[in-house]
């Protein structure tokens, strides 16, 4: 049974410390050690009572040197947790998005290559048996050459989802590359997945025009679209929010010569439409951390993990452009709706589906708050 350690347990981190204490109890494996800045409290502390904990991830890597670190601390600080921990001879799960720059990204594969350590990405939805079967028709075809893609998100977060960590809603802490924005971290796994319909083989070039927007007072984006060129691939258009006043799952949408496929990636279902019939696709997933354990003995050159570092390069291009483009502008007062518990912006519902049907970015789309000019 492989020894595995959690490092971040708060926050999404609780999301993994539940399932990685469910199969331990199921025998699938022991969690041997977890480590956060704060010391558990209360429940938190019952939680892990038993395991070894330690405030600091190097000090713990040392004192249980686990088969597998799990890391789920804030994203500027994933890159020097997963060397350490592979340098310690654990491989990894990430948590995406896996490092906040291009050079972490390269130095990280790098180290995964000379530790022959496997290191996966915490973009769960690649373990989806509906997404892959969308990937499998697209790479076959059956769609036909693909016009363009797109990726729509319309979820709501509030005051205290800003309020809860000094990095939440930052481009940048301390000079340190946060990047917390809409289609940088909530929305990135319908990136991610864009990517992967519309440039397959794509490593990283890419060109990234965006339209970042805040409604909340943070220096990051809540509200952006954005259009992003792979190196040989198809045009992505994305369009997102975190201030809907009507929340509905993510998409993401793939426009070929002879179809159609819609993936609500967070729901394992799409539709796909070819020749005018259409098809409702469900399934399950795998969860990355079993997709990790089954293959621990496989070659990690091999190409048998779900969602593998080296396949989320483009997405850290993404992000690196992203964070490289123009800084968000605030969307004017009078065009918000404010409550003391969240800000909204009303209308961005009917906003981001156009932008994602038509293909374009918010300054198309005639809107009081988005200003032709930007950039
Ligand atoms: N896959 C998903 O669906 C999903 C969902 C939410 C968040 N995430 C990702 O999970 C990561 C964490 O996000 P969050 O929103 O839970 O953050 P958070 O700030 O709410 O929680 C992070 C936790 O890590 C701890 N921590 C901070 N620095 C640490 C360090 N150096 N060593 C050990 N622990 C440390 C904090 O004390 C806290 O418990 C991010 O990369 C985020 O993008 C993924």
Partial sequence: MPRVALIGMRGHGRVHLGDLLDRDRDGRLVLCGVA????PVGPEA??????????DAARLLNRVRPDIAVIAAPSHVHAALAEQAMLHGAHILVEKPPVTSLAEHDRLLDVAERTRRHCQVGFQA???TVVQEV???SR???????????????WSRGVDYYARSDWAGRRMVGGVVVADGALTNPFAHGVALALRLAAPESTGPVRVHTEPYHAYPIDSDDTMSARIEPAGGAPITAAVTLCAEREFEPYVRVFGTAGQATVWYTQDRAR???????AELTGHRVALIDDL???????????????????TRSSTAVLAAIVAGPTAKPIPLPHLRITPTARTIPGIEDTVVAAGERGVLFSDLDLPWAAKECS
């Fill in 140 to 154: 076959s075809g059956e769609f036909g050459e693909l016009r363009r893609v797109s990726v729509v998100g319309c």
């Fill in 126 to 128: 690649f373990g989806s």
């Fill in 135 to 137: 990937l499998r028709r």
């Fill in 272 to 278: 796909i439409g070819i020749s005018g019939r259409t």
């Fill in 293 to 311: 354990i089954a293959n621990l003995s496989e070659d990690p050159a091999g190409d048998v993990l779900c969602s593998p570092l080296r396949d």
């Fill in 46 to 55: 019952d939680l892990v009572a038993g395991r070894v904990f330690d405030t």
């Fill in 36 to 39: 956060d800045v704060r010391e």
